[in-house]
T-cell receptor, first 111, second 112 residues
């Protein structure tokens, strides 16, 4: 079992729809969870961080964390073509341990 | 506020040579990590430094080394370059290990 798993996609949604991206992780002691967006040829960009169970909203983005089920998700409301990118999930297992990355989910928002 | 600065942006080297890449983190950030990214591959972790101490190391051969200075600036070195070392090398900094990283633009290394 991979430490952090994401569906590779591509996930295709129409403009204006809600895009739902999921990530599961294996280490129950994980403490910090991050979502990054990476456009082709660019560096990853942090868009959301979440540390406790529940939802965290920032603009059109909502991160959801469920530690009991060991998953974290990212919802993008009112998806725009500019949201088309690869979304990377990263999990911090604990102090002094390295950040673990998923391979990313490719999102395509169609006009 | 200046972001993470990586130099150089592009580099072409010959097999067998060595290379040093530089990273200046965001002011006040003490944690610096390095990653290798190749087409079709995920982010491959190289090193993590915090206050000049290497905290974690990835599964790369000993040809890959790094260090962090007292001003938090970091360098990584690759000796005896191989064609397979051609990649985008990314540096990221963070306030502490539990905060999210900010990435630099990367150094694109081509080994010929």
């Amino acid at each position: 079992q991979k430490e952090v798993e994401q569906n590779s996609g591509p996930l295709s949604v129409p403009e204006g729809a809600i895009a739902s991206l999921n990530c599961t992780y294996s280490d129950r002691g994980s403490q910090s969870f991050f979502w990054y967006r990476q456009y082709s040829g660019k560096s990853p960009e942090l868009i959301m961080s979440i540390y406790s169970n529940g939802d965290k909203e920032d603009g059109r983005f909502t991160a959801q964390l469920n530690k009991a089920s060991q998953y974290v998700s990212l919802l993008i409301r009112d998806s725009q073509p500019s949201d088309s990118a690869t979304y990377l999930c990263a999990v911090k297992p604990g102090n002094n341990r390295k950040l673990i990355w998923g391979l990313g989910t490719s999102l395509a928002v169609n006009p | 506020k200046a972001g993470v600065t990586q130099t150089p942006r592009y580099l072409i080297k010959t097999r067998g040579q060595q290379v040093t890449l530089s990273c200046s983190p965001i002011s006040g950030h003490r944690s610096v990590s390095w990653y290798q990214q190749t087409p079709g591959q995920g982010l491959q972790f190289l090193f993590e430094y915090f206050s000049e101490t290497q905290r974690n190391k990835g599964n790369f051969p000993g040809r890959f080394s790094g260090r962090q200075f007292s001003n938090s600036r970091s360098e990584m070195n690759v000796s005896t370059l191989e064609l397979g070392d051609s990649a985008l090398y990314l540096c990221a900094s963070s306030l502490t290990e539990n905060y999210g990283y900010t990435f630099g633009s990367g150094t694109r290394l081509t080994v010929v």
